[in-house]
């Protein structure tokens, strides 16, 4: 599941690579800092180089919140599968001569039609799980046992706050119009003119998010008719309904 990174990376073994080995999974570890990643200065690598010993997972774990990563020493598909990302970037960006001149992959031809990913997505792989994770952590997205539902409440955010039609109408100023104050009745008296003000400003707000609410029922409403106004009829049977 990680043969494609590691290949990238030129690593000795990526098509043996077994992440549930804690020997291969350190060694791994130690490899990326030392040839790709090159967080720690060469003498403050002793502690993760030291794979054999008991206190190892507590200077993986620092070394983890060294980097920022948004995951733990006990994720350790997620953990690796970001190292390996991290270490994919650091790689192109110390030869991007030599990267930027590759040529793209030719289009696929009508016999060779591009299938859509999603269509085959495996839920259970770690690859996945740990890219949903991690889009989940920056979005600030409440954690699910459930990963697929996790994409899902990310599509909804991506959808309502983050497309072009959102950013666009988050954008434009609403103009206000100007409205005296002298022309509502307050219906009470505080005594203080300068309450009696703010209390007006007040009650003006409060009428105009239940307006706000008032349409958003009548859509909602527009909407339940839509679908329990359109009964299937079937001739056949002789009556009208589903």
Same mark, same amino acid.
């Given at each position: 599941?990680?043969?494609?990174k590691?290949?990238?990376?030129?690593?000795?073994?990526?098509?043996?690579f077994?992440?549930?080995?804690?020997?291969? &999974?350190?060694?791994?570890?130690?490899?990326?800092?030392?040839?790709?990643?090159?967080? &720690?200065?060469?003498?403050?690598?002793g502690?993760?180089?030291?794979?054999?010993?008991?206190?190892?997972?507590?200077?993986?774990?620092? &070394?983890?919140?060294d980097?920022?990563?948004?995951?733990?020493?006990?994720?350790?598909?997620?953990?690796?599968?970001?190292?390996?990302?991290?270490?994919?970037?650091?790689?192109?960006?110390?030869?991007?001569?030599? &990267?930027?001149?590759?040529?793209?992959?030719?289009? !696929?031809?009508?016999?060779?039609?591009?299938?859509?990913?999603?269509?085959?997505?495996?839920?259970?792989?770690?690859?996945?799980?740990?890219?949903?994770?991690?889009?989940?952590?920056?979005?600030?997205?409440?954690?699910?046992?459930?990963?697929?539902?996790?994409?899902?409440?990310?599509?909804?955010?991506?959808?309502?706050?983050?497309? !072009?039609?959102?950013?666009?109408?988050?954008?434009?100023?609403?103009?206000?119009?100007?409205?005296?104050?002298?022309?509502?009745?307050?219906?009470?008296?505080?005594?203080?003119?300068?309450?009696?003000?703010?209390?007006?400003?007040?009650?003006?707000?409060?009428?105009?998010?239940?307006?706000?609410?008032?349409?958003?029922?009548?859509?909602?409403?527009?909407?339940?008719?839509?679908?329990?106004?359109?009964?299937?009829?079937?001739?056949?049977?002789?009556?009208?309904?589903?």
């Open positions: 599941m990680f043969k494609r590691l290949t990238a990376l030129d690593y000795h073994n990526p098509g043996g077994d992440c549930t080995d804690e020997t291969q &999974y350190r060694n791994c570890i130690v490899w990326l800092e030392d040839q790709k990643i090159r967080h &720690y200065k060469i003498e403050e690598r502690n993760l180089r030291n794979i054999p010993s008991s206190d190892w997972p507590k200077a993986f774990h620092q &070394y983890l919140q980097l920022n990563c948004p995951f733990g020493g006990e994720q350790q598909p997620e953990a690796v599968d970001w190292l390996l990302g991290l270490a994919v970037r650091y790689e192109y960006g110390d030869n991007v001569d030599k &990267y930027k001149n590759c040529k793209p992959l030719a289009a !696929p031809t009508n016999s060779d039609k591009a299938v859509d990913p999603l269509l085959n997505l495996d839920g259970d792989s770690p690859d996945f799980k740990a890219g949903v994770t991690a889009l989940a952590n920056i979005l600030k997205i409440q954690r699910h046992d459930d990963y697929l539902v996790m994409l899902k409440a990310i599509r909804i955010l991506i959808q309502e706050r983050l497309s !072009p039609e959102a950013i666009t109408k988050a954008s434009n100023n609403r103009e206000g119009v100007p409205v005296a104050l002298d022309n509502h009745v307050l219906g009470f008296d505080t005594g203080d003119a300068v309450l009696n003000e703010a209390a007006q400003i007040l009650r003006l707000l409060h009428i105009e998010e239940l307006r706000e609410l008032q349409t958003k029922i009548n859509e909602a409403i527009v909407a339940v008719q839509a679908i329990i106004a359109d009964p299937k009829t079937d001739h056949r049977l002789g009556k009208v309904g589903r």
